[in-house]
């Protein structure tokens, strides 16, 4: 990582040609996310506010991270990463200063996108007692809300949140000039599965009798995580095999896919 006034400056290598599916949402993302912090003058010759939050839902292992970190890539903005979970378990006060201080970073080193995991926890309804009725919950919010009130001076700074909870969100961060944009990555559908397959085959040898269309239709409900490791479970059995083999062939992956089983469910996607 390069240093900007003593901040270490990360941008992530991801591209959104290593995400399979998604073509509409890539194009959303890049829209809110890369043309404001690539073409800045153009948007405030315009008078066009570039929006300041996004909030990514869906099932987990659903590229959430990956877009988010795609986007940092396109735009070459700095990547911040937090999560919810890890803020809320600090001590009394260490949450609230960590989100500051990342928010700060992320001035300095702008043009920068942080990435919120986990959002929920945080930003979770105020009053929910599942969530955040404690103090903690509380005053991580209200922090949350100061620092997302600044970036509207701030320039070239967006948050792109995450959760798998939507409705647990507290409604003051879907206001305007905070969370506008609110987006749903769901888990692949089989022409999505494929070109999942295809990105995480890219640098395997696969033998000729292979076929990624037939796992593809015979992988319903897998997530893009749960696909990746379906290909790294292919590779491995292969070496089992033989620690000497070159290719990985179509009786490694049907071994492989006996093994596994996804974590969702029909209900969770309808
Ligand atoms: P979580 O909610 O658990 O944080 P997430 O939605 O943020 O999950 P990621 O962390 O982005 O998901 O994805 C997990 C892994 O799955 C990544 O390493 C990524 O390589 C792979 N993956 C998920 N979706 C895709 C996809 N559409 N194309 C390629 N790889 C994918």
Same mark, same amino acid.
């Given at each position: 990582?390069?240093?900007?006034r003593?901040v270490?400056?990360?941008i992530?290598?991801?591209?959104w040609e290593?995400?399979?599916?998604?073509k509409?949402?890539? @194009?959303?993302?890049q829209?809110?996310?890369e043309?404001?912090i690539?073409?800045?003058?153009?948007?405030?010759?315009?008078?066009?506010s570039?929006?300041?939050?996004?909030?990514?839902?869906g099932?987990?292992?659903c590229? @959430?991270?990956?877009?988010? @970190?795609?986007?940092a890539?396109?735009?070459?903005?700095s990547?911040f990463?937090l999560?919810?979970? /890890?803020?809320f378990?600090?001590?009394?006060? %260490?949450?609230?200063?960590?989100?500051?201080?990342?928010?700060q970073r992320?001035?300095?080193? &702008?043009?920068?996108?942080?990435f919120?995991d986990? &959002?929920?926890v945080? &930003?979770?309804k105020r009053?929910?007692?599942?969530s955040?009725?404690s103090?903690?919950g $509380?005053?991580?919010?209200?922090?949350?809300l100061t620092?997302? /009130?600044?970036l509207?001076q701030?320039e070239?700074?967006?948050? !792109?949140? #995450?959760?798998?909870r939507?409705h647990a969100i507290? #409604?003051a !961060?879907?206001?305007p000039?905070?969370?506008?944009l609110l987006?749903?990555?769901?888990?692949p559908?089989?022409? &999505?599965?494929? $070109?999942i397959l295809?990105?995480?085959t890219?640098?395997?040898?696969?033998?000729d009798d292979v076929?990624?269309?037939?796992i593809?239709e015979?992988? $319903?409900?897998?997530?893009g #995580?749960?696909? %990746?490791g379906? +290909?790294?479970?292919a590779?491995?059995?292969?070496?089992? $095999?033989?620690?000497?083999?070159a290719?990985v +062939?179509?009786?490694?992956?049907?071994?492989a896919?006996s093994s596994l @089983?996804?974590? !969702?469910?029909? #209900?969770d996607?309808?």
């Amino acid at each position: 990582p390069s240093l900007t006034r003593g901040v270490a400056v990360e941008i992530p290598k991801v591209s959104w040609e290593d995400i399979g599916g998604l073509k509409d949402l890539k @194009k959303k993302l890049q829209q809110a996310v890369e043309w404001p912090i690539k073409h800045r003058s153009a948007f405030s010759r315009m008078g066009i506010s570039p929006i300041r939050g996004v909030l990514l839902h869906g099932p987990p292992g659903c590229s @959430k991270t990956t877009l988010a @970190k795609a986007a940092a890539n396109a735009a070459q903005a700095s990547f911040f990463s937090l999560s919810g979970a /890890d803020l809320f378990s600090m001590y009394v006060g %260490e949450g609230e200063a960590l989100l500051r201080s990342t928010f700060q970073r992320a001035r300095v080193a &702008a043009p920068s996108i942080i990435f919120f995991d986990e &959002a929920d926890v945080v &930003a979770g309804k105020r009053g929910d007692s599942s969530s955040n009725s404690s103090t903690v919950g $509380e005053r991580l919010l209200s922090t949350l809300l100061t620092e997302m /009130d600044g970036l509207q001076q701030a320039e070239g700074i967006l948050v !792109l949140a #995450a959760t798998n909870r939507p409705h647990a969100i507290d #409604a003051a !961060l879907m206001r305007p000039g905070r969370f506008d944009l609110l987006l749903y990555v769901p888990p692949p559908d089989k022409e &999505a599965r494929l $070109e999942i397959l295809n990105v995480h085959t890219r640098n395997m040898s696969i033998d000729d009798d292979v076929d990624l269309r037939t796992i593809a239709e015979k992988t $319903e409900l897998f997530t893009g #995580a749960e696909l %990746e490791g379906l +290909c790294r479970e292919a590779g491995i059995v292969a070496l089992r $095999e033989s620690i000497s083999t070159a290719v990985v +062939c179509n009786h490694h992956f049907q071994t492989a896919l006996s093994s596994l @089983k996804p974590a !969702l469910t029909r #209900a969770d996607i309808e």
